[in-house]
């Protein structure tokens, strides 16, 4: 067995080599780099834009969402800067018609679910919280470069720039494009964006400080014909969301004053006066899609890949799960795993953006007739329930009787240490490893027997059932006290799940094998191919029973 792969400690990255330029800093930009860079990449995030943008735009993260930015060590701050409960308000002109939540039947938090709710916070404050992320992990922002050029060829990307120093040029061994819906990346790789755009179908969204309105609603006006008026108090500042239907031939900025007018229209009152407008920006019904998210050594995502309606926040929120999605595999095709690991990008989000595109038109269509976000509605807005059937890196059946299988979401748990104290799996998931979890001696011996193999990349987790006793072969392990492990993860018997650095589980085994544990990890550890196999004459193999 090759010993190059030991090192001191599990979370260690193992620095591969390469360089990779990301295109756009807004969320999706911002949460490719920061992958990247805590893997050891050497990352470049440009953007043409002078400075950060300081408008509210996307303003609400669905719970996957919250979970990509725990596993990024950034959901305390998320958390304390939004608010996850807040009632709309409808009415007509001064009369309340009705009251109901924001997130109608979103559950309290449980065990497999730490954050059942969307949380309200404005997009710039998302992308400050993940700036200083990066600029932890030493990445700063290049604002002021625009991308001008890019050419490939088997050796790597090529850019041409111009900065606010003069032109530049610089090579990379791969791009991502997260530039928006009018990506120069996109359009430079000649990747095509089907779809259609409705001139006549245009939304006002502005961040105005306003008196007259208490901050303890989103108040409603909806109108007939789709000139409903949304006031949402943004978290942690003194301004509103405003957002209301606007005609086709309405300027590009309004003026405070004719600002003042749409809301006295709408909703019928003159005490509700628009102090001040901070930014604004107007939307025009564009819904379009690419038809492949790679073209060689680029990769698209966020709007550069999908454009959708507001409604439902899912834009942002499905850019933000692209880019984790992204991220890892290309860090790990640099560290030396096979490059077909860079084809499941496009197997699984795609068809993910596909679905998100029918869900936020259905819902936009709700809004313009005045619809509650909510009401009605499923719970696929929270994103809780997106899977992989379709993919390289499914090691296991996807369509077993079994709740979790192949392509799923990991649920988080509550585990006992065997001080008493208490541990959510989500924080032993976090980080830039793949992860063993076993139930079961047969699977924690399998475990264990990986995270020594590959101490660099992959660390064992082993749940012990309330009624068990440790072997003292376990490394470390973890009570199950309440059940819930067993419970979310439909565990009857001895299992071993192997998770994705991206919290879905890549493989589910009842009789793990070395053979086919090796032969699955080689699809995506980042290790030279020959130190993923099985053990030869004169080395030991992974011990199961």
């Known amino acids: ?218 108040h409603w006006w909806p109108v007939p014909g789709g000139e409903l008026l949304a006031m949402c108090p943004l978290a942690a500042t003194d301004t509103f969301q405003l957002q209301t239907g606007v005609s086709s031939d309405t300027p590009g900025d309004l003026s405070p004053a004719r600002i003042q007018a749409l809301v006295e229209e709408r909703s019928g009152r003159s005490d509700i006066r628009v102090r001040r407008v901070v930014w604004q920006s107007l939307w025009r019904l564009n819904v379009r899609m690419v038809d492949r998210y790679r073209a060689g050594r680029v990769f698209l995502a966020g709007d550069s890949a ?107 748990s509550l585990l006992r240490a065997a001080d008493g104290t208490g541990v959510r799996l989500f924080d032993l998931l976090r980080g830039t490893h793949t992860s063993a979890v076993a139930f079961g001696p047969r699977s924690s011996r399998a475990a264990a027997a990986l995270a020594e193999r590959f101490p660099r990349h992959l660390r064992a987790v082993t749940v012990l059932s309330a009624d068990s006793r440790p072997t003292g072969a376990e490394p470390g392990p973890l009570t199950d006290a309440e059940g819930h492990a067993h419970r979310d993860y439909a565990v009857d018997g001895d299992t071993l799940f192997l998770i994705r650095p991206d919290g879905y589980v890549g493989l589910r085994a009842t009789e793990p094998d070395e053979a086919r544990l090796l032969d699955y990890l080689s699809r995506l550890l980042p290790v030279r191919q020959d130190a993923v196999r099985p053990a030869t004459e004169g080395e030991p193999p992974i011990r199961l029973s």
């Open 306 to 412: 999908h454009v959708h309606p507001p409604a439902g926040g899912l834009g942002m929120n499905t850019g933000i799960q692209d880019a984790y999605n992204l991220g890892w595999k290309i860090a790990h095709v640099l560290g030396g795993a096979p490059g077909t690991l860079l084809d499941t990008y496009e197997q699984e989000r795609l068809p993910v953006a596909a679905d998100v595109l029918s869900l936020s038109t259905e819902l936009f269509a709700g809004r313009v007739e005045g619809a509650v976000p909510g009401e009605g509605r499923s719970t696929d807005t929270r994103q809780l329930g997106v899977r992989y059937p379709v993919s390289g890196i499914n090691g296991s059946r996807v369509d077993g009787p079994e709740r979790v299988r192949a392509g799923d979401r990991a649920p988080d």
């Open 1 to 218: 067995m090759d010993m190059s792969e030991k090192t001191s400690g599990p979370a260690t990255a193992p620095g591969p080599v390469g360089r990779v330029l990301v295109v756009g800093a807004g969320p999706v930009g911002l949460v490719a780099a920061v992958e990247l860079a805590r893997r050891g990449v050497e990352v470049r995030l440009v953007d043409a834009a002078t400075g950060p943008s300081h408008g509210s735009r996307g303003k609400g993260l669905q719970p996957r969402s919250l979970e990509v930015l725990d596993d990024l060590g950034v959901a305390g701050l998320i958390l304390a800067s939004g608010r996850s409960r807040l009632a709309i308000r409808k009415y007509r002109g001064r009369e309340i018609l009705g009251t109901s939540d924001v997130t109608p039947g979103a559950p309290e938090p449980t065990a497999a679910t730490p954050y059942p709710r969307t949380m309200l916070i404005p997009q710039w404050r998302v992308e400050e919280v993940l700036r200083e992320r990066l600029a932890g992990l030493g990445v700063e922002v290049e604002y002021g470069t625009e991308l001008l050029g890019l050419e490939q060829d088997g050796e790597g990307v090529h850019a041409g720039f111009r900065t606010t120093s003069g032109p530049q040029s610089a090579s990379y061994s791969y791009a991502v494009g997260c530039d928006g819906a009018s990506s120069t990346v996109r359009r430079l790789v000649g990747v095509g964006f089907l779809g259609q755009t409705d001139e006549t179908v245009r939304m006002l969204t502005a961040d105005v400080e306003v008196s007259g309105l208490d901050r303890d609603f989103w």
